[in-house]
Structures are given as C-alpha cells and as structure tokens.
C-alpha cells in the first residue's frame, strides 16, 4: 500500500512490524490498526488510540 509520504519510523511500522493504514476524509487523516488489532486515528494534530 503506498497511500502516503511515511517517515522512515512509520514506513518500518507498515512494511516491518505488522501495522494496517487507510486514508479517511479529510486529506492528512488515516487509521492505524496495530498487529493486535488496536485502532488509531492519526490527523495533522496527534494520534488518539478508538475504543
């Protein structure tokens, strides 16, 4: 998946360890699921964990 410009941390995330990313609305937003399937939402202003 080559959706967004990563960072060589959150490229390593993707590629390497097991987390999951998709875009949302707003351009900048995406969701994150961990490899133990927890969910974050990462916008231009911070990551917040969903329950």
């Known amino acids: 998946m080559n959706l967004?410009?990563?960072c060589r941390h959150h490229h390593?995330?993707?590629t390497l360890a097991g987390w999951r990313y998709?875009?949302?609305g707003p351009?900048?937003?995406y969701l994150w699921?961990?490899?133990h399937g927890?969910?974050?939402v990462?916008?231009?202003d911070g990551t917040r964990a969903l329950e």
């Open 12 to 14: 390593r995330l993707k």
């Open 38 to 40: 927890l969910l974050f």
């Open 33 to 35: 699921r961990d490899p």
């Open 22 to 24: 998709w875009p949302l």
């Open 42 to 44: 990462r916008t231009r």
């Open 27 to 29: 351009p900048g937003t």
């Open 4 to 6: 967004a410009p990563l």
